[in-house]
């Protein structure tokens, strides 16, 4: 017996003799990263001496070889580094300053672990250095979470448009048979949340996250795409994925893996401040970046062009275009989409329909200062992308909106940053729709404006869940990742109690003071005005206000904050300062501070929730008055309500 323990206390000294410590503090001391490598590689978060993350398993299979599998690590280099970064199209800020810790891990395998640990935010990725084409198998990641967290998260599948709700709810319900798109939101017990996601996605699948039936998660990946074939319901844009490999990638063996990250904070400010795919994503490739112009747009498909009031027929013809693109001029907006009908079908995408004179738009567009932007499918654009971008370029488009892509494998990533450095090349501005989370090639490619991804306006076309709640969860959880095309600005709104579903002349719940202050709160460097033209120029005080709200942001600073319950943002752009606040489903008052402003004298001008808009939702008031930096506001907001400001010196 004695020597059976004995043995037993030799192999544990053996096993704790080959194991490699190390950790990394954040600049600010606050936030630590523990890392072990023995039979596998782990790593733990310490935040104010909390533990946050445990026992984080990584690894990646190449070839059939578990890298991290008994590897050992031959050197390692720490340092801490401050970044500073500039925005081409700054979407929250035009300046990014971030302290951060490095740490660089070098194996024996011929393989390195980087680590970044921020003041609020820990991202590590893998980078291999194999002279060969390689096979990833699979990559491995297995997050250990505190007892009783729960999960903001979209239950999703691999093949989808990844435009979900967001259900909340503990982890120990979120079973191995359930998916979530990323990002996901963690909540612990205490006041500590974790937002995950990842950055610098090129030529590999989008990480998904699968539960495991307690209080772990783990890493999934949508395989290589070997065979597809078309839906007979929808031949034009579904899918059926018909053979897939085993493998969920096969790349050049010297690479970069995309950073996974983990932004940590106990208040909810942080989440609207940060920047995490901006900050870890590789810099510009374009030289020349002065043609890429942001801008709002007057789009058509919401409203099913209902233009009324004019002494034509409405619907997809010139005349109706030309009237959209007389209400872009007149109130200073830089683009009209046409949405799907404008070519001779959805797979004929370089002819014209019948009562479409699209070279006519374009030119009466560019004479009164608006341009174009067409939509097409994926599929057929991806057949022969390089010409039809061309002749797009041709006739004097400014921009695409692909639609119906769905799918989050290898190759569809790679679909993405060809259609980027194609548009690059012929000065054409991209909108992907149906789309993943922005994972970093807008950085790369500032012409990627926007992306979809979000459970967004369209669906008060077909749906009541589109609620106050969801609208005021999202700036904290999908905004965080990247631009967000929600597409704000619906006309016919209203309350639960009298709210009716309409796809032609959809009406969305909460306030009409909601939908304005969207113009502040949403990041999107190309942002819609989804409702028609003619409900805008029957009120004009709306459509002034919003016309005025420009689409990009100096300086971002987050007010009065609560992740599902409200949201107050104050933006400068320029000289002018932007606010924006956006209510849940209760009533409630809100106090801000005005700090933020230089001395001085400004005027303010208020769009607000009026008096009945807990009643009638298109009940609003505006109104202006001076104040200074010490001057403080309490704001109403009705029951889905909105509020938002524009401030200027006097």
């Known amino acids: 017996m004695k020597k059976i323990l004995v043995l037993i206390i030799l192999f544990l000294f053996i096993e704790k003799g080959y194991s490699q410590a190390f950790s990394v503090l954040s600049p600010d001391k606050r936030s630590d990263i523990s890392i072990e490598v023995g039979k596998d590689v782990f790593w733990s978060l310490t935040r104010n001496n909390q533990v946050i993350l445990k026992n984080v398993l990584i690894d990646l299979n190449i070839d059939g070889d578990f890298l991290g599998k008994s590897s050992k690590v031959i050197s390692h280099d720490e340092e801490i580094r401050t970044e500073e970064t500039l925005s081409v199209i700054p979407q929250k800020h035009e300046k990014l300053y971030a302290p951060y810790t490095e740490l660089i891990l070098r194996f024996a395998k011929g393989y390195e672990i980087h680590f970044k640990v921020y003041n ?73 949340k974790v937002l995950f996601s990842e950055a610098d996605l090129y030529d ?34 579904i899918e059926i994925l018909s053979q897939e490999a085993d493998y969920i990638a096969e790349t050049n063996g010297k690479r970069v893996f995309p950073w996974r990250f983990f932004v940590v904070a106990n208040d909810d400010d942080t989440f609207l401040e940060t920047d995490p795919v901006f900050l870890l994503s590789r810099p510009t490739k374009l030289k020349n970046t002065s043609w890429i112009k942001p801008g709002k747009v007057a789009w058509d498909w919401y409203n099913a062009n209902n233009i009324f009031g004019v002494d034509f027929k409405s619907g997809l013809n010139t005349e109706t275009y030309k009237y959209y693109i007389d209400f872009a001029s007149k109130y200073g907006l830089e683009y009209v989409i046409l949405d799907e009908g404008w070519s001779k079908s959805t797979t004929e995408i370089t002819e014209f329909a019948s009562e479409m004179d699209v070279l006519e738009l374009i030119r009466y567009g560019k004479e009164k200062g608006v341009n174009i932007i067409l939509w097409c499918l994926w599929g057929p654009l991806d057949k022969n992308l390089g010409n039809i971008l061309k002749t797009y370029k041709s006739w004097g488009v400014a921009g695409i909106k692909i639609d119906f ?45 926007s992306y979809e991804g979000v459970y967004g306006a369209e669906n008060n076309k077909w749906s009541d869940k589109l609620t106050p709640k969801h609208n005021v969860t999202i700036p904290f959880t999908r905004m965080m990742v990247g631009p967000m095309d929600y597409t704000p600005g619906a006309m016919r709104n209203a309350q639960k109690d009298n709210h009716q579903i309409n796809f032609n002349r959809p009406v969305s719940l909460g306030t009409r003071a909601h939908q304005v202050a969207m113009y502040v709160v949403y990041e999107s460097p190309l942002q819609m005005l989804c409702d028609t033209p003619s409900s805008y120029i029957k009120d004009k005080h709306t459509i002034e206000f919003i016309s005025k709200i420009p689409t990009v942001w100096d300086t971002t600073i987050a007010l009065e904050n609560s992740l599902g319950e409200y949201v107050s943002l104050a933006r400068k752009n320029g000289n002018t300062w932007y606010l924006g606040a956006m209510n849940g489903d209760k009533n409630r008052e809100l106090i801000l501070d005005f700090s933020f402003l230089p001395e001085g004298k400004y005027k303010i001008s208020i769009f607000k929730d009026g008096i009945n808009a807990n009643t009638y939702a298109q009940d609003y008031k505006v109104e202006s008055k001076s104040i200074t930096s010490s001057h403080k506001e309490k704001i109403y907001l009705a029951n889905g309500g909105g509020w938002a400001a524009i401030i200027t010196k006097q």
């Open 120 to 192: 609020n935010m820990v991202a590590y990725r893998f980078v291999t250095d194999f002279d060969k084409v390689i096979k990833v198998m699979n990559e491995i990641l297995e997050i250990e979470l505190l007892p009783k967290t729960t999960a903001l998260l979209k239950k999703d599948s691999l093949y989808s448009s990844y435009e979900r709700l967001y259900d909340d709810l503990g982890l120990h319900v979120f079973s191995d048979k359930d998916i979530a798109s990323l990002p996901v939101m963690f909540k612990t017990k205490g006041s500590i």
């Open 204 to 237: 590999y699948p989008n990480l998904f996250l699968q539960g495991m039936g307690s209080n772990k998660v783990k890493a999934v990946f949508p395989k290589v795409v070997l065979k597809t074939e078309p839906d007979p319901k929808n031949p034009d844009r």
């Open 405 to 449: 892509m769905l799918r989050a494998d290898q190759d569809m990533v790679n679909f993405y940053t060809r259609v980027a450095k194609e548009a690059a090349q012929n000065e054409l501005i991209v909108d992907f729709h149906a789309a993943f989370k922005p994972s970093g090639l807008h950085r790369a490619y500032p012409n990627v404006l």
